[in-house]
């Protein structure tokens, strides 16, 4: 996987995962996350391992994060994208999310997928839109997974 390493001063997106502060994420995703509450921390770490993790930071402060799930060749998840709340407003998020879409290892494919409650308006910045025929798709979710995992 081709590591990036940008930088807008003050901030710097990298993913390149040994600079990603675990306790931090575990922290953000498992308190504050509408969509994973509870995350254990292993269940994350696991999450991260076998993803293409994207940090943002503001010196050595972790103040982002997003993860894709792809094969590279046909589609991509993008998922737990956030910026902490006392960094938005900055024009992190959109940064963040070009960032992801220009990654040369996402170029060419087929489809695109995410979930979201609540930042529609941002991702319509980058092109996406509702499903199209949602009577096609099917999921099969366990809204309290995490809280009966141990």
């Not at 402060?61 to 894709?68: D, L, M, P, S, T």
Request: glycine letters at 6%; a neutral charge; aromatic letters at 12%.
């Amino acid at each position: 996987m081709t590591e990036i390493n940008i930088y807008k001063a003050p901030y710097a997106i990298s993913t390149d995962k040994t600079k990603l502060k675990i306790n931090d994420l575990h922290q953000f995703l498992s308190t504050k996350a509408y969509w994973c509450l509870n995350i254990p921390k292993t269940t994350l770490q696991n999450a991260i391992d076998h993803s293409l993790c994207f940090g943002v930071y503001d010196g050595e402060e972790q103040i982002g994060f997003a993860r894709v799930i792809s094969d590279f060749s046909t589609i991509a998840y993008l998922g737990d994208v956030y910026v902490l709340e006392h960094y938005r407003g900055r024009g992190i998020s959109k940064w963040l999310m070009e960032t992801i879409m220009s990654h040369p290892d996402l170029q060419g494919l087929r489809r695109w997928i995410l979930l979201t409650g609540d930042a529609h308006e941002l991702y319509r910045k980058f092109g996406w839109t509702d499903i199209a025929d949602p009577a096609k798709w099917m999921e099969l979710h366990d809204k309290n997974v995490y809280s009966t995992q141990r």
